[in-house]
């Protein structure tokens, strides 16, 4: 407090002797101290609310209240107000006790020289002041805490949930009371428990005290109805006199992987046919082809197109050889096995890859493709059905193929020779050939 000012002290206390002592003590002091005397607490009340002080000096015996209900009934009206308790009680508990329940500072009767009242009346205003902050700081932290999009939780160092936001119960489906005090797994899947646990035991003992949500890798949360769903965590420590204190954001990101995987679909699908791009076929298709070099497994490659596909839209129109090309990408969807790769490689050309198969097996599955194709009827949008067949070339993928494309090239070669020996037909390009070539 400035010494420029006044310092307005008001003093509640019934007994005469005990006040004037108070007074006189006050006296000895000069006139940095302004006091106002009541000598019951409802007076007192009345009078802060017209006036107010800077402290007050409190009687615990009063004739209106007494014990700490008076106490409680000075911070009810005047929470802001810097108490020091006066009491006659020689008791160290007691005092400790009436600081407890919300004063700054105490006093025993009996042992207030100036000196004394002037250190309990300037530390009960500091000790106040610090505390307003305090509260004003934790008020704007728990708004924070509360108003947050993203969901807030900390946990013990037993791994048990101590605080748990709105946004937390929103994501997760429970309300506060519901998990506080419960270990943290109840919001993992289990599958994962043991592994995040032992994710985060070694986040506590490495140097970092916190980790964004771009550092981290994503996690999966489990919601009360049994629903998982992807989560983005940002995590600090804290060491607290009880141990540590880890506090997570977690971002809720279903909806971005949902786009995410929309538009990976788009970079790597063909919009019309719904298979693999080209990109998308040769990459897989690389990858085959290193498990080949690496266990020495056989797989084929097919490259196939439709016969005449121009003219079908020269005579029927554009919509027609669309639906053409999407009925092929469903014959094959129904022909091939899952682990079967099949692309547009762009027009009316496909590749397919067959894993695991050597060249008489993928001309069965040629075989079977072609006449699958060679006996549908397609309807067209104007009403009738149309025919097609598609010519057909194999080639083996070989363990010394610098990259697919060796075996696509071998592949295109037996295609061109099935469209100049008559199309609708299979042609197999023999790994003699290719090794000669």
């Not at 993992?188 to 646990?197: K, Q, V």
Request: aromatic letters at 4%.
């Amino acid at each position: 407090m400035p010494e420029t000012r006044n310092i307005d002290v008001l003093l509640v206390e019934d007994d005469p002797a005990d006040a004037g002592l108070v007074r006189h003590a006050l006296r000895t002091l000069g006139s940095r101290f302004a006091l106002t005397h009541r000598a019951s607490l409802d007076d007192a009340l009345a009078w802060l609310a017209d006036h107010g002080c800077d402290v007050v000096l409190l009687d615990l015996s009063l004739p209106d209240s007494s014990g700490f209900d008076t106490i409680r009934r000075m911070r009810e009206a005047f929470p802001a107000m810097p108490l020091v308790v006066l009491t006659g009680h020689d008791d160290e508990d007691f005092a400790i006790e009436a600081m407890a329940a919300g004063t700054q500072d105490y006093l025993f009767k009996g042992a207030t020289d100036g000196p004394v009242l002037q250190r309990a009346i300037r530390y009960a205003i500091a000790r106040k002041q610090l505390e307003e902050k305090l509260r004003h700081s934790e008020q704007r932290l728990l708004s924070i805490v509360t108003l947050a999009q993203d969901a807030i939780l900390s946990v013990d160092a037993r791994h048990r949930i101590v605080l748990f936001n709105p946004a937390a119960e929103r994501m997760f489906g429970y309300a506060e009371a519901d998990v506080l005090g419960r270990p943290l797994d109840m919001l993992i899947p289990p599958r994962l428990a043991a592994a995040h646990r032992a994710h985060v035991a070694d986040f506590v003992i490495e140097g970092p005290s916190s980790r964004s949500m771009a550092d981290r890798n994503e996690v999966v949360g489990l919601a009360r109805d049994g629903r998982e769903f992807p989560v983005e965590i940002s995590i600090s420590k804290d060491l607290q006199p009880d141990g540590m204190l880890l506090t997570a954001v977690i971002r809720d990101i279903t909806e971005r992987k949902r786009f995410e995987n929309e538009l990976r679909h788009l970079a790597t699908t063909d919009p019309l046919t719904g298979l693999a791009n080209r990109r998308q076929f040769l990459a897989a298709a690389e990858r085959e082809l290193v498990r080949v070099r690496r266990y020495d497994r056989p797989a084929t490659v097919l490259m196939f197109d439709i016969d005449h596909f121009k003219r079908i839209n020269d005579t029927h129109g554009h919509a027609a050889g669309d639906e053409a090309l999407r009925h092929v990408a469903a014959v094959c969807r129904d022909l091939l096995r899952e682990t079967d790769i099949v692309g547009r490689l762009g027009g009316e050309e496909f590749g397919i890859l067959l894993p695991e198969t050597d060249v008489p097996s993928a001309r069965e599955a040629a075989e079977r493709l072609r006449l699958a194709l060679a006996r549908a009827e397609i309807p067209r949008p104007d009403g009738g059905t149309l025919r097609l067949t598609a010519s057909i070339g194999i080639a083996a993928c070989m363990p010394g193929d610098a990259g697919i494309e060796q075996a696509l090239s071998r592949a295109d070669d037996a295609l061109y020779h099935a469209k100049a020996n008559g199309r609708n037909r299979v042609e197999v390009k023999a790994p003699e050939l290719s090794a000669a070539s």
